[in-house]
């Protein structure tokens, strides 16, 4: 019986944390023009600075596709952050992943 509860409550947490996840999408696609140009310079940055460390270049379509990965991954991480705190401003608890 307490398995049962452990998945309904582990269920209800997915639940609201897939539907954080997309409303952070949704507002980083509408709303933040700014952030995701900022993302986009940082990225850009990240990509200078990894082809000075490896003393290597990269070709156009390598540096886009690697600026793509990065502005990809701070995307992810941004959903993330704002579906969870969005979770803990509503529960007054802290989450760990």
């Given amino acids: 019986m307490e398995e ?6 582990q269920s209800a947490f997915e639940k609201a944390i897939r539907e954080y996840l997309k409303q952070g999408q ?3 696609e509408s ?5 995701r ?4 310079l940082i990225a850009d940055e990240k990509t ?5 460390t490896m003393d290597h270049g ?3 379509a390598e540096r886009e596709y690697l ?16 579906g969870i705190g969005k979770i803990e401003g509503k529960t007054n608890n802290k989450v760990f992943l």
């Fill in 4 to 9: 049962i509860q452990k998945n309904e409550k």
């Fill in 26 to 28: 949704q507002k980083l």
């Fill in 31 to 35: 709303d933040l023009a700014g952030t």
């Fill in 37 to 40: 140009e900022a993302i986009k």
């Fill in 48 to 52: 200078k600075n990894f082809m000075r």
């Fill in 58 to 60: 990269l070709d156009r």
């Fill in 67 to 82: 600026m793509a990965l990065i502005v990809a991954s701070m995307h992810q991480s941004f959903c993330y952050g704002y």
